[in-house]
């Protein structure tokens, strides 16, 4: 039994000696160091049979497990970066823009000579520290006092100062005070000839940097300033880097994340957080619960073994609820927050982590759908649908390679024509992104091969044509809705713009004997429902200004359908739409079917601007509509369109109800 206890006490040695030698060459904050010697003093004894040992040597392990210190270097290549992007998405133009000011900025913030002031009443000891620091090539300026000093410093901004302590009227631990209340960006380093441990510590608390004795050595003045500008530059660098791409499924929105990793030269890791319930993915468990675990945020920067990885956050507006397991949305304002995640606490860590120099990047379908709090801390950068141009080039540039490769077709690759793949967008697709698009070719690309190994002799290199794409994708699955449809009373073009894109709808109208009611049916929500009750209140108030007698209603309900009836539908954009198939229901009058109407109709008669405009221009085009009628207040929109959207449409833009009935009723 003896022999036993030796070998395990020995064993225990050995494991808490290894622990440790890791502690001290982790290179931890010293908060942090001192609380996993501590740990590790109570784990020496403790029996290693003992449930809390195990959970003590997981802990500690996970603490020296983390990238302290380590980063990976900044690609600052704008040129390369761009390269990247450009070669890997075609389009998203504003996105890639915004990327390379990230970077931009960046380079700008690297490559500025540090400003730094030197306060000191002695001359000589000025004199000496502005010597040394101009070899460094720094800009140095001087003062000879406190006063001086906060008058330099309302004039100019500094990097850095170095101030003696011991100074009439302003000493140095008042100008600490000044300095780091009214700029807390600023590094102070305490220099004095009264260098005590009491003073040191009160300097310390107060926020300086660093606290160096006189007489000095040339080396320590040297290090320091250069370590209190790595910690300047880098808060600056890495603060407002929270981008949110929102938009319609399979627009590139993940996809970008790694390209922009790539550019940048950083690790990156992706989260998907929709349907997430539990507040202990984003902060972790504590330890006292059996099986804790850190959060997902800690756990994929230990993976990435990065202190700056590019972290994507998908779906982020599909987040959970509020339930008994917390709020994990709102648990994501201190991440998110370039304000407080310097010291971000996770449960199971329990000591302040700084995720200043992650790069958060979210992605969402409607950003709307996000918490208020939290969507106000994200740069929100849209992405939109695709035009059929577009769908080609990518088709061509990215999805038909791609499908070759995964397919086994290298050797001997099919050649997809641009009348194939405009085929395949039109007649086998409907989508504002390119998911279904490539699921398509990737189809086309299977049955290649299958021929090919029946046939190795006789397929070689096969041509897509559109009778090809027929043969191997079967009849069209879609047409084009509008311009195989007559005009009809009652029956009004709508665009919507939905979680998916954008897509046109169909409200039709009837009226039949009954008592004056309103019928509303197709899934509507509240606000379409308000919509129409107030197209319908216009109309009765101004029923003489449309040659529509005054008692229409009498005697008879009216019914107003939106198929499909499965789906459900609100918004604030069919007002106008709902208003104009009424009108064309009294009046006798069909509606153009090639004509589309977007806006919302006030009792008063205006037409209100809409949102997701490019969105409903794609859809109006991919059903073959003619001429989109839109709010005035849109013309913005429009012209910041690219010509290659509304190339070949009339765009019809009006604040009045009485232009859109003229245009549209036949």
Request: proline share 4%; aromatic share 6%; glycine share 6%.
């Amino acid at each position: 039994m003896n022999i036993f206890k030796k070998t395990e006490d020995s064993q225990q040695i050995t494991i808490l000696n290894d622990f440790r030698q890791r502690i001290n060459s982790a290179k931890m904050p010293e908060n942090v160091k001192h609380i996993a010697e501590r740990e590790l003093e109570i784990m020496s004894k403790m029996s290693p049979a003992s449930a809390e040992y195990t959970i003590s040597l997981s802990y500690i392990d996970y603490l020296v497990s983390l990238p302290w210190d380590r980063k990976t270097s900044d690609n600052l290549d704008l040129n390369q970066a761009k390269k990247i992007l450009d070669e890997r998405h075609y389009g998203l133009n504003d996105v890639k823009e915004r990327i390379l000011e990230h970077l931009a900025v960046k380079v700008l913030v690297m490559n500025k000579k540090p400003h730094i002031l030197v306060v000191d009443d002695e001359e000589i000891a000025r004199n000496n520290i502005e010597h040394i620091l101009k070899k460094e090539n720094y800009d140095v300026v001087t003062a000879s006092n406190g006063v001086e000093a906060i008058e330099k410093l309302n004039t100019s901004s500094f990097d850095v100062v170095l101030t003696d302590l011991k100074m009439e009227k302003i000493d140095g631990l008042v100008l600490l005070e000044k300095v780091k209340n009214k700029y807390p960006d600023v590094q102070v380093i305490m220099i004095t000839a009264y260098a005590a441990v009491d003073s040191a510590i009160e300097a310390i608390k107060k926020g300086a940097f660093h606290y160096i004795a006189k007489p000095f050595r040339l080396d320590e003045v040297r290090s320091t300033v250069k370590h209190a500008l790595d910690k300047k530059l880098s808060t600056i660098s890495t603060k407002g880097s929270v981008l949110c791409f929102t938009g319609p499924p399979g627009t590139g929105k993940t996809s970008i994340g790694k390209s922009i990793a790539d550019a940048l030269g950083r690790k990156f890791a992706r989260i998907s957080v929709g349907g997430m319930k539990d507040e202990a993915e984003i902060r972790g468990h504590r330890r006292t619960y059996a099986g804790a675990m850190p959060g997902r945020i800690i756990e994929e920067i230990r993976r990435a073994e990065s202190l700056n990885p590019v972290i994507m956050l998908d779906e982020i507006d599909k987040v959970g609820g509020q339930d008994f397991k917390g709020d994990p949305e709102s648990a994501l304002l201190e991440v998110l927050d370039p304000e407080q995640n310097q010291s971000f606490i996770d449960h199971y860590l329990d000591v302040p982590f700084d995720l200043s120099n992650v790069m958060f990047i979210a992605t969402a379908n409607i950003a709307e759908n996000i918490q208020g709090p939290l969507r106000d801390r994200m740069e929100i950068i849209e992405f939109s649908g695709y035009t059929e141009d577009e769908k080609i080039n990518i088709a061509l540039l990215h999805l038909i390679p791609k499908q070759i490769r995964e397919q086994g077709l290298s050797d001997y690759p099919p050649n997809f024509s641009v009348e194939a793949v405009s085929k395949i967008i039109n007649d086998y697709t409907r989508e504002a992104g390119t998911r279904n698009l490539e699921r398509q070719i990737s189809n086309i690309c299977r049955k290649i091969a299958t021929e090919f190994v029946y046939h190795k002799e006789s397929i070689r290199l096969v041509n897509i044509t559109p009778e090809l794409v027929e043969r191997y994708l079967g009849p069209r699955k879609y047409f084009i809705e509008v311009a195989d449809e007559n005009n009809r009373i009652g029956v009004v073009t709508g665009l919507v713009w939905m979680e998916t894109g954008g897509e046109i709808i169909f409200i039709e109208s009837a009226r039949m004997k009954g008592l004056g009611n309103l019928i509303l049916t197709g899934s509507l929500g509240n606000v379409m429902r308000e919509s129409a009750q107030a197209a319908l209140s216009y109309i009765r108030s101004n029923a003489s200004s449309f040659n529509i007698s005054e008692n229409i209603l009498e005697g008879y309900d009216i019914h107003i359908h939106i198929p499909a009836g499965a789906i459900p539908k609100d918004g604030p954009s069919a007002g106008a739409t709902i208003a104009a198939s009424l009108i064309s229901l009294f009046t006798g009058k069909p509606a153009r079917r090639d004509v589309a109407v977007s806006g919302e109709l006030t009792l008063s008669g205006r037409i209100l601007p809409v949102g997701g405009i490019k969105e409903k221009i794609l859809a109006a085009r991919r059903a073959g509509v003619k001429t989109i009628i839109l709010p005035f207040k849109n013309k913005v929109d429009i012209e910041n369109l690219d010509p290659k959207v509304i190339k070949g449409l009339e765009i019809i833009l009006t604040d009045r109800i009485e232009d859109i009935i003229s245009r549209l009723l036949v």
